[in-house]
């Protein structure tokens, strides 16, 4: 609630009485996506001679298979981090159904290990059962902690979620009522009226599991004394529909012969400036006097007091000038162009998981009420798609997307794809041709030299022929 | 600031000492468009017998040339309130400039008669001055007051905010500093890195313009003991591009031969509803403990406590459900369905100007907080259309768009532009056969009997050959 917002964050607010301190609990620990045990690795760049930094390319060993046949390929960034700092993980997602007034009768269990598929088979009674497949990329920050959490545990939270709004999600239109009972008969009328159908309970329930697992990261890395943060892009096949749910800078795209359809959006201080300058406006006391709210072409100085400069304030999608006073020379809530932009010069994207105890270097300053956990989610009809036998989609975290366009990848996907239909591997293939084409390879699609020196990540998810094998069974 | 957000609507803040009551200013007078005098009507319904409630249709006199040679019709609701609450204007936009440094040269007054057009010629010196033309909308509640005053003011804190910042409009890029010169050798690249350009300048001015025009209101409604609220359409034609800014339920759409494309999104509570959900949970005393933040398919009762029902909060997309508890019984912060859906049970709009004084009926709670006055601007570059005889852009109040689509008003659009070319008159009879088809005509293209009791007027603008015209002159 905003109470708790306010107690949590705002000076002179009374705080709760503190935790008593439990015992530590052991640190989390470094680890690469368990479907990439065993795994071998190939260089990163063509001509290792020429760049003596080449990084290897890692995919899961042949003989695992990703859900859907996807492809995965990953590299560690060049030494900006001792860690990887991205993860994986996807597979199977199973969620069960009670009957009703039965709570004991929980049935079929998947085990949680979607990280390590194949899993072991889903059985589900009857019809009740719905299984869907689910992939997942985290780009920590701060340490690999929050992002290996992540990896571990957002799955469970968005199976949770799913699983309490199952009677919703298995009805052709959502009761008003989860118990299915009408209380005024004209219920079901005021639930069309709203046009709420299932697949909006997925979206709330992918929205409610982010927070979740946002809540788990904070409890854990505060239990652990560790620290970090990380932005999460998921995919989620359910009921003939692929959902995407994203909060930070990774992306994901539809690629067809004929088609690039974005499947997410990037939050990044720039992106979300004005939400970010309004929670500035109403709580002042978040930047402590310290930045200014007020967006500038470049940070002032003294020279440019009582001038007038182009400026825009949290209401404003135009730019206007005012006159410069001393309190504008301070430090910009947001500052730097594209990838440089920073929030409260710290961070660089403006939604994501963990970072509860991130603050400005060297005051007081907390990041966390400035970003949001929640995703943005988009939903695909793959029933309605027409799917042709080479329509991927394509989600990296944001070291991909740094060197290489949308326009560029669909290049590279519907250069690739048709003369291999017949290679099993043919999408592992393509998400290493995809890193390999950030590593400033002669024939790459970027221009001259653009390397990306980033950790990067990504799953080429084929659609063809998957629709029926996401409804129940 | 935030400070005088909190002094304003929070109970417990420190009110500022109270401005000593003025002389009560006179009352704002009822009237119609300027450019309407002299005008006659023609009936509203074809068959008068019919619909013993038929009402005027009122156009300009066929000698009053409104800017673009643009049509207007109009007619006033079915005694839903003693005057037509609906307000227009037009006309040239005459920006001055003044030479460096020398404020007193100012040069080049256009009469601010706007509504009155064809104003005076505008005589500009040399290649600086800069005009436009300018076509509002507003529909007023509570009373016609708020909408004349925005229909006799808006154009002029346009005019004042386009003349602040005109050393901006006319170079090709916005100098960082307004007064031109560079204080860092690189400012340039800034603004051009920021992607600054001219056209941002104008919408940053439409911006303050709807915020100046709201505080005007505001004094004035005071001073006069009077009330009222409306919301606002503006299309600006200036330097060869269209800008279209709207708060409020009115909507502007441009009609092609092959293209429908809309150049304003309503604002309304159910378009608006995280915006307004997201303000009630940061100052929850704006609810005064009456109403929930809360959105539900239904108003909640006794019945359903202790059940989990459907729901959405602020941070949700998607949907949920929640077990009822005793505060989720209360009066929702939004309720209602579509054109039924109101804000804090008193409005159907959540952007305008006015209505500092609205409250909910019989309490102490105001609207004035959750709503904006700012605009959306959307920006038309004419010059880029390759512009087509028949391409002409409908600005209607929701009188017209209640009943019409897009679609159907584009229908009405083709079927009668092109066997008319020659009519001098022809934006002018589209418009009022625009206003004929919300009135159950048997020829219209809605469906059987759809009438529109609302006031209803209409702009149609043709593009054609214009673009010229709009460079200084």
């Known amino acids: 609630s905003a109470g708790w917002f306010r107690r949590r964050f705002l000076p002179g607010e ?24 065993g795994s071998s690795s190939s260089p990163g760049a063509a ?27 990953e ?59 689910y992939w997942a990329l985290f780009d920590g920050h701060g340490g690999p902690a929050a992002a290996i959490l992540a990896a571990n545990t957002l799955h469970s939270c968005l199976r949770r979620q799913l699983e309490a709004v199952v ?56 239990a652990s004394g560790q620290v970090g943060g990380c932005t999460a892009l998921v995919a989620v096949s359910l009921q003939g529909k692929l959902y995407v749910a994203n909060a930070g800078d990774s992306r994901a795209i539809l690629v067809r012969r004929d088609e690039i359809r974005p499947l997410s959006f990037e939050f990044t201080p720039e992106t979300e400036r004005q939400r970010i300058q309004q929670l500035a406006f109403v709580y002042p006391e978040l930047l402590a ?16 007091l009582g001038q007038k400069v182009l400026f825009r304030d949290h209401h404003m999608s135009g730019w206007s000038y005012k006159r410069v006073e001393k309190s504008d020379l301070k430090y910009p809530l947001i500052h730097g162009q594209g990838r440089q932009a920073r929030l409260l010069g710290t961070l660089a994207v403006s939604r994501g ?40 989609v394509v989600m990296a975290t944001d070291g991909l997307w740094d060197v290489l366009s949308n326009e560029q990848v669909a290049w590279l996907v519907r250069s690739f794809l048709p003369g291999n239909q017949e290679d099993p591997y043919r999408f592992l293939k393509l998400a290493q041709m995809l890193i390999h ?37």
């Open 47 to 73: 001509d290792a001679s020429r760049r003596p930094d080449s990084r290897p390319v890692r995919s899961p060993a042949r003989g695992r298979k990703l859900p859907w046949n996807a492809g995965y390929a």
């Open 289 to 304: 006097g310290e930045f200014t709210r007020l967006e500038f072409p470049r940070r002032l100085k003294g020279d440019d």
């Open 167 to 222: 009677e919703g999600l298995v009805a052709t239109q959502p009761p008003m009522h989860l118990n299915g009972r009408c209380i005024c008969s004209s219920d079901p009328q005021f639930v069309e009226e709203k046009g709420i159908r299932a697949e909006d309970l997925v979206v709330g329930a992918l929205e409610s599991a982010f927070q979740e697992c946002d809540e788990v990261i904070g409890r854990e890395l505060e």
């Open 353 to 392: 998981l963990g970072d509860h105890q991130l603050r400005v270097l060297d005051t007081n300053i907390q990041l966390k009420p400035f970003l949001l956990s929640v995703p943005q989610v988009t939903v695909l009809d793959v029933g309605q798609l027409e799917l042709q036998e080479d329509d991927v």
């Open 437 to 473: 084409s950030t590593q400033g390879k002669e024939d790459s699609p970027t221009e001259e030299g653009q390397v990306s020196y980033d950790d990067v990540s990504v799953f080429v998810i084929p659609l063809h022929s998957q629709g029926q094998e996401s409804n129940g069974h």
């Open 75 to 133: 590299i560690i960034n060049a030494e900006k981090s001792e860690f990887n700092e991205d993860q994986a993980a996807c597979g199977k997602l199973c969620i069960r159904r009670c009957e009703f007034g039965a709570e004991e009768e929980w049935l079929t269990l998947c085990p949680e290990e979607v990280s390590s598929y194949p899993a072991a088979p889903c059985w589900v009674r009857g019809q009740l059962g719905k299984s869907g497949h």
């Open 14 to 37: 009374p705080l709760p009485a503190p935790r008593p301190p439990g015992p530590r609990a052991s640190p989390v620990l470094y680890r690469r996506p368990r479907f990439l045990r």
